[in-house]
């Protein structure tokens, strides 16, 4: 069966393309729960992740897990940017530009503000929205959720995902984004992030699916089965605890770090090298002591790059 599409478009020399989703569920029932991935085109660990979900959920609505119900619609989009995944592209590839930066959209505009007034559109009548997104080719991030302005509901729903919880609040950058569009109406609105643009980092992905299938148990979207229950402590932070680590000067960074792990103040994150004579330029070292959210992975260094994101007890 062909898949249902969001939004049809035409290209100057070539075929037609869409923007395929999946609804899963009764279509009787009002929308639960929408799941967006890949604005970004080359974030695949969410596309994958939205992929693999759709599979399973499509399984229990089929009654291939015994046990296991789907009690709500879900409407699944795991890659927006869907021109942009097939070129390992952030942007959208005609015009370059980034669709989370259209939102909320015009249905009559160009391209990229009419994919962004359609996922709007198709997403806004869910009670809980989760978009995912990677971090950038250079840094790697653990793991996490991200809440915005935060209401009562979504900081205490917040915790039934059992990752670690970055609350911010919105900025001018945001007020384009779709989670800011998703904020003006009722409803509870999540980020999920993890890894780094450009790579499918399996560990990543299966924390996030199985986070994703606590709440979804949490929530009573499904039942049945075993629902998974992570054992892992989490941690809370907010603005003013998400402290940037910024190289002195260049080289090669190298670090055998692992995101997602507490780091005291003066632990080796990484050694920067001399690119030609191969001699440790500088030991780079905790400052402070923190959850190490995210770390450089690619290797070029130069003066005042971001090298790693710590989260901190206490607010700076
Ligand atoms: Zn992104």
New binding site residues.
């Given amino acids: 069966m062909k898949p249902r599409s969001l939004l049809d478009m035409t290209a100057p020399c070539r075929e037609d393309f869409e923007i395929p989703f999946h609804e899963i569920g009764d279509p009787a029932k009002p929308l639960s729960l929408a799941l967006v991935a890949g604005?970004?085109g080359n974030?695949l660990n969410g596309v994958f992740i939205l992929s693999r979900l759709a599979d399973y959920l499509h399984g229990v609505a089929a009654q291939r897990y015994p046990g296991v119900k789907l009690h709500h619609r879900v409407l699944i989009v795991p890659a927006v940017n869907v021109l942009g995944l097939n070129l390992r592209m952030?942007l959208w590839p005609f015009d370059k530009t980034d669709i989370?930066r259209m939102f909320p959209g015009f249905d009559l505009g160009e391209t990229t503000q009419r994919i962004a007034a359609a996922v709007l559109k198709a997403t806004r009548e869910a009670f809980y929205r989760i978009d995912f997104?990677?971090s950038n080719l250079e840094i790697e991030e653990m793991p996490h959720l991200r809440i915005y302005d935060a209401s009562e509901g979504e900081r205490a729903r917040a915790e039934s995902f059992g990752l670690t919880i970055l609350e911010n609040p919105i900025d001018a950058v945001l007020t384009v984004s779709l989670i800011h569009a998703w904020k003006q109406y009722s409803g509870e609105n999540f980020v999920l992030r993890g890894g780094n643009?450009g790579e499918l980092q399996l560990e990543h992905c299966e924390r996030l699916f199985h986070a994703l299938l606590q709440f979804l148990h949490s929530v009573k979207i499904l039942s049945g089965g075993n629902p998974p229950s992570i054992e892992e402590e989490t941690h809370q932070f907010g603005a003013g605890q998400n402290f940037r680590l910024i190289s002195d000067q260049a080289g090669f960074f190298v670090s055998k770090l692992k995101v997602g792990h507490w780091v005291q103040a003066g632990d080796l994150l990484g050694v920067l090298y001399d690119g030609y004579k191969g001699t440790v330029r500088e030991e780079i070292r905790a400052p402070k002591n923190g959850l190490l959210l995210g770390l450089r992975r690619q290797p070029l260094v130069f003066q005042g790059d971001l090298v790693a994101r710590l989260l901190i007890r206490n607010r700076s």
Avoid: Q
């Fill in positions: 604005i970004h974030e952030r989370n997104h990677s643009a």
